[in-house]
């Protein structure tokens, strides 16, 4: 199946963000997308701002390595890519990392909802497996990334009937606002209509 593209406001959407279903099952994959891959995780200059609010909320709950890294590099670092992303430990762990019963979290999501911190974590973080880039022309672009480490949240969504837009309504909502939201899920309606009618 391929993806179309789906324009809502002045942001372009991959279609199956729409068509595909996903629901993160932390008991299967354990938070895996917190530590595999090469780089950290996407972060806008604002938000780095944010986070550097946010260490006093955190510093306790990091581990001594990432601690370390913080100092010496500071809570994002430019990527091969030349994208500013999260700090990470060993060339592989977010430096906001923490495991509780076998499960990694993330201690920037801990503090806000302890009500430690107002930062939640990069919204890059929230929209998973949603990524954003900004085109040429100024668009925002919305792609489906398909990690085989997130086959579990797959199966999950799939059992749910809740597709990707579905589950990410709140960090949407965050990014983009209601109203924008609203269309999109319009637009979803008829297209998944259409699918059904095939």
């Known amino acids: 199946m391929y993806s179309t593209i789906v324009q809502v406001g002045d942001v372009l959407v991959s279609s199956d963000i729409i068509t595909e279903f ?4 932390l008991d299967a994959c354990k938070g895996a997308c917190c530590v595999e891959g090469d780089a950290g995780a996407p972060v806008k200059l604002d938000e780095i701002g944010e986070i ?8 306790g709950d990091m581990s001594a390595g990432a601690q370390a890294v913080v100092d010496r590099q500071g809570v994002a670092y430019t990527d ?5 992303v999260t700090s990470i430990v060993d060339g ?22 302890d009500g430690r911190s107002k930062f939640c974590k990069p919204v890059s973080c929230a929209l998973y497996p949603i990524r954003e880039r900004t ?3 100024g668009l925002a672009a919305l792609n489906y990334h398909s990690w085989s480490v997130c086959e579990a949240a ?5 059992e749910l009937g809740l597709h990707v837009y579905e589950f990410l309504k709140g960090p949407l909502v ?6 924008w939201y609203d269309e ?15």
């Open 184 to 198: 999109l899920a319009a637009a979803a309606q008829l297209l998944n209509g259409r699918q059904a009618g095939r």
């Open 154 to 158: 797959r199966t999950k969504g799939r």
């Open 52 to 59: 550097e609010d946010s260490l006093d909320a955190v510093w």
């Open 174 to 179: 965050r990014r983009f606002g209601q109203e």
């Open 135 to 137: 085109l040429s022309n």
């Open 92 to 113: 592989r762990d977010c430096v906001f990392t923490c495991h509780e019963d076998g499960v990694c979290l993330c201690l920037l999501e801990k503090a806000y909802r």
């Open 22 to 25: 996903f629901c993160c099952d």
């Open 80 to 84: 091969r890519d030349g994208e500013l």
